[in-house]
């Protein structure tokens, strides 16, 4: 199973809103990831989780704020968006240093 | 300077007509190349991963090919539903987890 879950697909909040992405896997994967992509763009890392510890934070504002709570769920939490913040986000997992399995995103509007 | 270059941007082709796709990369101790396909809206969609030199996979249509510069992605008698953006994706001995894109080629393959 090479699956990777996210939910919800689709997500449209006010700049004053809190929300959180959720993401999951079953492939006994260790490192999980998070990307942003804007339209017509390759996706770019926001965040890495080894063994649930953050590793990698790519000088992401602080308004996203995310929570590896085991080693088969990762969590986005959002609060204070701004409209340019509107994106596909999607969640990753590998083994280390391995290919990455991509969930299918969650597409963001922020009003 | 970019680490990963792919191109062409964008390309046009008639149902069955062959081409190819570049990915050229200039990181050192390179740990593994990788493909993907990413319909709009989507995640990710992986295809395959290059190790070596020399190493070729191949997957009904796809045949992706590995040198100490630069990779090819070659498409074989494409179809209409090969329509998509191929994006390639290096990881090296410094960088960790991470993964670094090159920008995509945007494909679209008329009946």
């Known amino acids: 199973d090479t699956e990777v879950t996210q939910t919800p697909k689709h997500l449209v909040m006010g700049m004053t809103n809190k929300k959180s992405l959720k993401c999951e896997q079953h492939?006994?994967?260790?490192?999980m990831y998070w990307y942003k992509q804007k339209a017509k763009k390759p996706p770019e890392l926001m965040f890495v989780?080894?063994?649930?510890?953050?590793?990698i934070n790519e000088s992401v504002p602080s308004r996203f704020s995310p929570e590896c709570p085991n080693s088969s769920l990762l969590n986005l939490h959002l609060h204070a968006l701004q409209p340019e913040d509107s994106a596909l986000y999607l969640c990753?997992?590998?083994?280390?240093?391995?290919?990455?399995?991509f969930g299918p995103g969650t597409r963001l509007t922020v009003l | 300077e970019d680490q990963v270059t792919q191109s062409p941007e964008a390309l046009r082709l008639q149902e069955g007509e062959s081409s190819s796709l570049n990915c050229s990369y200039t990181?050192?101790?390179?740990?593994?190349l990788f493909w993907y396909r990413q319909d709009p809206g989507k995640g990710p969609e992986f295809l395959f991963t290059?190790?070596?030199a020399g190493e070729e996979k191949e997957k009904e249509r796809l045949k992706a090919t590995l040198t100490k510069k630069e990779s090819f992605l070659h498409i074989t008698a494409p179809k209409p539903e090969d329509s998509a953006t191929y994006l390639c994706?290096?990881?090296?001995?410094?960088?960790?987890?991470?993964?670094?894109f090159g920008g995509g080629t945007r494909l679209m393959v008329k009946p």
């Open positions: 990753a997992s590998s083994h280390l240093a391995r290919e990455q399995f």
């Open positions: 492939m006994g994967h260790r490192a």
């Open positions: 989780y080894s063994y649930e510890k953050l590793s």
């Open positions: 990181v050192s101790g390179l740990r593994g």
């Open positions: 290059l190790y070596s």
């Open positions: 994706a290096v990881n090296w001995v410094e960088a960790g987890n991470m993964l670094t």
